[in-house]
C-alpha cells in the first residue's frame, strides 16, 4: 500500500514537473510576461476545471494561485521555487480538509 502511494506522488509530481517545464517556460520564452501570466493562469484553471466540476468560483480562485505560481516562476527565476509553491498549497488544502473532515469521515461538514 505504501509504495503504491509513492509511486503514485512521484508519477504526479513528474507530471506536474514536465507540465511546468514545457509549457510554462515556453509562454514565458515567447510573450510579454503579463500575456505570460494571463494565459498560464488560464491554462491552469482550465486544467483543474474537471476536478472542480467547472464551476466559475473555485476556477477564479484556481486562476489566481496559477497567477501567484507564474509570477514566483517569473521572479525567481526557478520551475523549483514555484514547484515548492503549489506543494505547499495542495498539502494546506489537504490538511485543511483533513482535519475540517475529521480524517475524511466527515465530508458533509464542507460546504
Known sequence: MVEFFLSLAI???LIALSGVLAFRTR???SYSTPLSLMATAACF???HGEQLGHAWAPLFVIFVVGLVLTAVRVSSQSVGASFVVHAFYNATLFVTIFVGTNG???FDKIG
Open 27 to 29: 509562454v514565458l520564452e
Open 104 to 106: 475524511f469521515r466527515n
Open 45 to 47: 484553471a482550465l486544467i
Open 11 to 13: 508519477s504526479v509530481a
